[in-house]
C-alpha cells in the first residue's frame, strides 16, 4: 500500500506524526501496517537569510518526523541555542525578525553547501534525511525556486502598495496587515520535483493533511501538472479541516482565506478542492455546513493535541478512504 500527501509544517507534520503512529500500531498483516508514505512538501515558504536558504516546512516536517522538533514551539530544534543569533545582532545583521537556532543553522549551511555544489532540492533533502529517518519519503514540491510575496499597503510605496516575502509578512507582521494579494513567484515555469507526480498517481490513497490552505496545500497544487494528477489519480483523496468551528487552530490561515476571498469555514476550504477531493474530516458541527456535491463529509473531533490523538484522526482519514472509490 503506497500513501502520499501533501504537507505544510507544523499542521501537516503533527498529522504525518499521528499517521505513522497509527500505521505502525496496525497488526502486521494488515495492509496499511506496511504502507510507505510519500510526502510532497510545500517549498514556497523558503527563504534565504545570511546568505542561506531556509526551508521551514520541509524542515518542521523532517524534525517532527525525525524526532528533533521543538514540541511546544512545532517548529524549530529541540534543545536549541542562540549564540550565533545573538552575535549577528550584535553586529547590527538584518533580519532581525527571523531567528536561526545554532542546532538549526546545520541544517541550512549543509543545504546551502549542497546547492551550490549543484545538487537539486530533492537530492540536498534526501541527504538531509539521511541523518533524520523521517520515516517517509519527504519530496520537495518541485526542485525550481518558488517563492509566496505578499502585498500590503504601503502610502509610501509608489501606487500604494508593495510586495514582501511571505515570511516577513507571517513573522515580522504576524499577518496583522491585509494581504491584498497573495503570489506564489516563479510557480508558472516550476516543474514537479522527480517523483512527485508518479507518487500521487500511483498512491492506493491521497491524503490531504490540515495545512493552510492558501500558502501551504495552494501552492503545491498551483504547480503545473499537480491539481491535474489530483483529479486524475485513482486514488481516493482525503482531507482534514484546518478550520475547526470558524477558526484556524494555530497562525493566522484565517488571514490568508481572506486575501484569497474564501471565508475560514470548513465548507469553503472544501470548496478550494472541490474537483479532486473525495472525502472531508470536519469538526463536530462542521458537518451541518453546505459542502461541495460528491465530497464524503465525515465529523470528529480534530484537535491534534498529542500524538494519540492525531494517530486516531488519521486512522479516520484512512478508514474513510477505504470506504470510497472513484
Ligand atoms: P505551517 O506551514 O507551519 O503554517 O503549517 P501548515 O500549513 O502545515 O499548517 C498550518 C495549519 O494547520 C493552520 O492554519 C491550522 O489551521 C492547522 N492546524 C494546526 N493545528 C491543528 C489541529 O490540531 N487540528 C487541525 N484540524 N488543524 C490544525
Ligand atoms: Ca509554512
Redesign the pocket.
Same mark, same amino acid.
Given at each position: 500500500m503506497h500513501i502520499t500527501a501533501l !504537507?505544510? =509544517? $507544523? =499542521? =501537516? !507534520? /503533527?498529522f504525518l506524526r499521528g499517521l505513522l503512529h497509527h500505521l505502525r500500531s496496525l497488526p502486521s498483516q494488515t495492509p496499511a501496517a506496511n504502507a510507505r508514505v510519500t510526502v510532497i512538501g510545500?517549498t514556497a515558504?523558503d527563504v534565504t537569510l545570511h546568505g542561506l536558504r531556509v526551508c &521551514?516546512?520541509l524542515d518542521?516536517v523532517m524534525y517532527t518526523l525525525g524526532g528533533g522538533i521543538h514540541e511546544e514551539q512545532?517548529?524549530g530544534r529541540a534543545a536549541e541555542t542562540f549564540t550565533v543569533a545573538e552575535e549577528l545582532t550584535a553586529h547590527g545583521a538584518q533580519p532581525q525578525w527571523f531567528t536561526l537556532g545554532d542546532r538549526d543553522l546545520a541544517t541550512h549551511i549543509l543545504r546551502t553547501r549542497m546547492l551550490g555544489a549543484g545538487m537539486t532540492l530533492s537530492g540536498v533533502t534526501a541527504a538531509l534525511c539521511e541523518r533524520w529517518q523521517p520515516g517517509v519519503e519527504l519530496l520537495p514540491m518541485s526542485d525550481d525556486r518558488v517563492e509566496t510575496h505578499v502585498v500590503i499597503d504601503d502610502p509610501d510605496a509608489e501606487g500604494g502598495r508593495r510586495a514582501i516575502h511571505f515570511q516577513e509578512w507571517w513573522v515580522r507582521l504576524h499577518a496583522a496587515v491585509p494581504a491584498r494579494q497573495i503570489l506564489a513567484v516563479g510557480i508558472e515555469q516550476a516543474k514537479p520535483a522527480p517523483g512527485v507526480i508518479e507518487a500521487i498517481q500511483t498512491a492506493d490513497v491521497v491524503l490531504l #493533511? #490540515? +495545512?493552510?490552505p492558501v500558502? +501551504?496545500i495552494g501552492t503545491i497544487l498551483g504547480v503545473p501538472g499537480i491539481r491535474e494528477a489530483m483529479r486524475t489519480t485513482s486514488a481516493p483523496v482525503v482531507g $482534514? +479541516? &484546518?478550520?475547526?468551528r470558524g477558526a #484556524?487552530? /494555530? =497562525?493566522m490561515?484565517d488571514a490568508c482565506l481572506s486575501a484569497i476571498g474564501v471565508s475560514t469555514t470548513a465548507a469553503a476550504v472544501a470548496g478550494l478542492y472541490a474537483d479532486f477531493l473525495d472525502g472531508w474530516l470536519v469538526?463536530d458541527g462542521d458537518d451541518k455546513d453546505e459542502h461541495p456535491e460528491g465530497v464524503t463529509v465525515r465529523a470528529r473531533p @480534530? @484537535?491534534?493535541?498529542d500524538v494519540p490523538a492525531a494517530a486516531a484522526i488519521a486512522a479516520d482519514a484512512v478508514d474513510l478512504a477505504a470506504t470510497l472509490r472513484r
Open positions: !504537507a505544510g =509544517g $507544523i =499542521g =501537516g !507534520a /503533527r510545500n515558504d &521551514p516546512d518542521t512545532g517548529w #493533511p #490540515p +495545512s493552510n500558502v +501551504s $482534514i +479541516s &484546518p478550520i475547526v #484556524p487552530v /494555530r =497562525g490561515a469538526a @480534530l @484537535l491534534m493535541g
